[in-house]
Each structure stands twice: as C-alpha cells, then as structure tokens.
C-alpha cells in the first residue's frame, strides 16, 4: 500500500505541473517543482539532527526507569485492570508486562521506539493464542488501543515544533491530551462492545469511572479559562510534565542505585539506532508531498473540500489541516512530512499547524499498525480489530477539531 502511495504522490503531482504548465499557462511550475525536492530534501536532515538527539534523550531515560524497576511496578498496578480486559492472559503472564512497557513508549510519544516493545508483546500474546491465524481477543484490544494513539506526552511533536521555531513547542499539550483520551476511550468502548467486556465489574467501574470523572473535572475547570489563560495553562502543564517525568525517573534509579549514567548512555544508544533509520523514510515523504504541494495538487484537492465545507455553512479553517488526519491511518511518515509541510507553509504557529500537530497526536497509522503486528505474528484474520480501531481514529479526529477550536481559534 505505500507503494502504491508514493508512486501515486509523484503521478498525481506531474499531472498537476502539466495542467498548470498546458492549461493554466505557469511555465514556472516545474522550477518550483524541482526546488521544492531539494528543499525538503534539505530539511529532512535538519530535521534528523533534532530527532536523533530527542529519541536518544528519552530513551536514555526510559533505560532508566525501565531497570529502575518502574515499568515492572506499574505492571503490577495494571495487572487487575488487564486481567478484566483481557480475560484470556493469566495474571503475572510476560505479555503484561511488555505491554505495560509499550503503552509506557506510547505515552510518552516515542512511537519508533514503542513499536518494536509492542511487537515483543503481540508475540507474547500469540504464545497463548490457539489459532495462529486469527486475532484473539487480548491481540484485537492491544492493537485497538495502539491505534487509538495514547499519547500523554507528545515528545516528538514537541521537538518538530521546536525544529520549525515555535516560540513555546508545548502548546498542544492539552489538546492532544484531550483529544487522544477520546480516541482512546472510544476504541475501548468499542471493542469492549464487540467481545461483551463486563464493564459492570467493580474493578473496571473504578478505574474507567475515576478517569472520567477526573477528566469531566479538568474539562470543567478549563472551561473557565480564557483562551490566552488556556495556552498559558497548556504551556505550563506540558513543560512541568516533562521535567516531574525526568525527576521521577532519575529519583527512582538512585533510589535503586543503579549507574544512572550508564543506563542513560545505554539507552541513548538504542535512540540514536532507532533514529538514523527514519532518515530514508522521512526523506521519501517529505520529498514527495513537498513536490505535491509546489505542483498545485494538494492546494486544488484542499479547495474543493474547503467548497464542500463552505456550502454547508461551516467553518473551513480545519481543512488546511485535513490532509495530516486523512493521511495518518494510512501512514505515519506522510502524515509526518504532512504536518511539517503545513508548519512550513502555513507558518508553524498558525491555527493550520496547531491543528496538524494536534491531529498527529490524537491519532495512529491504524493500517501499518494492523499490518506490522498481526504480520510479524502470522495473523490472517483480524476480526473486528479494523472496525474498532477506524471508530477510535473518528473519535480522535473529531475532538482534535473541537478542541482546536476551542483552544486556537
């Protein structure tokens, strides 16, 4: 499929330049056309440079917390939690844990790095799974809320913010918050639905109703605020998150006596591995949707959404920053070169790129996702995981666009 993507990328961009050139008279099209890959091309490094030293930072510090034993308690914690989730895993079984550890990566926004734990973890699952190819139970719900996309700091967006000169990279804190417990809370009820879940139980009352309640308060209470006081508060809440992680981890490791340094040396190198592989991908894309925006094509397809949007009286701000939502299912690296691009033609604190970031946040690359967990694993059929999983995306788009609103507008 992304393949065919990308080939249809540079198609669809050539036939945009031929129209502007035989039809519309701009000879210049292809100058522009051709600088455009050289420019993306350009900041597809200097984008690198950042990630590289962003991912090996955070995985130093999860290195830490992870022989700190912290993953291991908060596996411990989960463990009721995910007994009622996922009847068919038996308690203190190593999947828990190695999930526990992926939601951890995902969390804190380290999607390259979570994917291959997750994948530790699917095939933990397939080890009690009595027909290899067909999805269990505990297989589709960890899938489900991968793509749901629960993310409680978004370190990478944070750092493409930062590349692109945003004067406070944690604005979006909040709402992607906001948005990706949507998403998340949807693709569980969802799934929940399906496998007959009995969310009556007392232990799933108690952690589902205590998180909504909480979160019904904090809406309340922001509810409050004026817009400039709410960005404040976001700024605030995501830099004082970042630092009590780091404090937190740090503290842990000593109190264990570990060698904090080598375990952060340890870690940081893993990053550093994890990163450089992204650079022939990221360039692929950002190359390819660079080329598409020069060409006109995307500018043509967003006008005739924004006249559809127009004709039914709503508000077209959001549709600028559609193309990251639309393409994220799909793939995260052109969803990624699609939130750069927005930042850099749109300026990287316009509404337009506050949204793509926030969309970035709140959701996941469903489709790679289904593709790379179940396959590693030899799974076939996937039962209702797709259904669920595009329910929970829906969910994180439409609150993105709400709390964007709400936030940015």
């Not at 079984?93 to 526990?100: E, K, N």
């Not at 949507?182 to 009995?198: F, K, P």
């Not at 967990?373 to 929970?392: D, K």
Request: charged residues 10%.
């Amino acid at each position: 499929m992304l393949n065919t993507l990308w080939v249809l990328f540079f198609v669809v961009a050539a036939s945009s330049g031929l129209y502007h050139w035989l039809i519309l008279g701009q000879a210049d099209i292809f100058s522009q056309m051709v600088q455009s890959l050289f420019a993306m091309a350009e900041l597809s490094v200097q984008i690198m440079i950042v990630l590289f030293g962003t991912l090996s930072l955070w995985l130093g510090f999860l290195r830490i917390a992870e022989k700190a034993g912290l993953i291991e308690k908060l596996a411990r914690w989960l463990t009721p939690l995910f007994t009622r989730l996922m009847p068919g895993v038996p308690a203190g079984h190593p999947a828990l844990g190695l999930i526990t550890l992926n939601f951890a990566a995902n969390g804190l926004g380290l999607d390259n790095a979570a994917t291959p734990i997750g994948l530790r973890a699917m095939r933990a699952l397939q080890e009690l799974n009595p027909d290899a190819k067909t999805a269990t139970n505990a297989q589709i719900l960890f899938l489900v809320l991968n793509t749901s996309s629960l993310t409680l700091l978004p370190i990478s967006i944070f750092m493409y913010r930062l590349q692109q000169g945003a004067a406070d990279p944690t604005l979006v804190f909040l709402p992607i918050l906001l948005a990706t417990t949507a998403s998340s809370l949807a693709g569980l009820l969802a799934v929940a639905l399906v496998q007959r879940i009995r969310l009556g139980d007392p232990i799933l009352l108690l952690w589902l109703g205590s998180l909504l309640l909480l979160l019904g308060l904090f809406i309340a209470s922001l509810a409050t605020l004026s817009a400039a006081a709410l960005n404040h508060f976001s700024s605030l809440l995501g830099n004082l998150s970042l630092l009590g992680v780091i404090a937190l981890f740090l503290w842990a490791g000593w109190r264990k006596k570990q060698a904090l340094y080598d375990q952060f040396i340890e870690g940081a190198k893993e990053g550093f591995d994890v990163a450089k592989n992204l650079l022939p991908y990221l360039l692929a894309m950002l190359c390819a949707i660079g080329l598409l925006r020069a060409s006109g094509a995307l500018e043509i397809a967003l006008s005739g959404i924004r006249w559809v949007v127009d004709s039914l009286g709503v508000d077209n701000r959001f549709v600028d920053a559609l193309p990251t939502a639309l393409m994220k299912p799909f793939s995260g690296g052109a969803a990624r070169a699609l939130l750069i691009e927005t930042m850099q033609h749109h300026g990287v604190d316009s509404f337009a790129a506050l949204l793509a970031a926030t969309f970035q946040g709140s959701t996941e690359t469903t489709f790679y996702v289904l593709a790379v967990y179940f396959g590693a694993v030899g799974i076939q059929r996937a039962r209702h995981a797709i259904p669920c999983a595009l329910i929970a995306d829906a969910a994180g788009i439409s609150a993105a666009i709400a709390v964007s609103y709400w936030f940015f507008a």
